[in-house]
């Protein structure tokens, strides 16, 4: 008996090892997904504010042009627009977050509704 408990000697360490790193994995996995979570709300965000400061222009509210306006405010909120369509009095846009060198994307469109509502 006492041949074979020796042979286990230092097991648990290797167990307890084992256990740490999966904890610290599922950690990381966590903290990446957090991390990922907040740079779309950031992107999202971004559009949204950049899309309304378009529709604003075109409405006429501000002497900007769409898209610049768009730019501008997207740039204030800690994105870039990389696509700006006008669409009557539409204005849609993607704007971009980077995260680590990894582009974070978002759509947004506002604008006057085309018709009335029901």
């Known amino acids: 008996m006492a041949a ?14 084992v256990v740490v790193m999966a904890a610290v994995t599922v950690a990381l996995l966590v903290l990446t997904g957090t991390v990922l979570q907040a ?18 222009a075109t409405a006429g509210f501000t002497t900007d042009e769409p898209c610049a306006a768009a730019a501008a405010v997207a740039d204030a909120s800690g994105g870039a627009v990389v696509e700006c ?9 993607v704007c971009e977050v980077r995260l680590g060198g990894v582009p974070v994307l978002a759509e947004s469109a506002a604008g006057q509704p085309t018709e009335d509502p029901p």
């Open 4 to 17: 074979a408990a020796a042979g286990e000697r230092g097991s648990g360490g290797v167990l307890a090892l």
């Open 39 to 56: 740079a779309r709300a950031k992107a999202a965000s971004a559009a949204d504010s950049a899309a309304l400061a378009g529709a604003t």
């Open 85 to 93: 369509h006008v669409t009557g009095t539409t204005v849609t846009v």
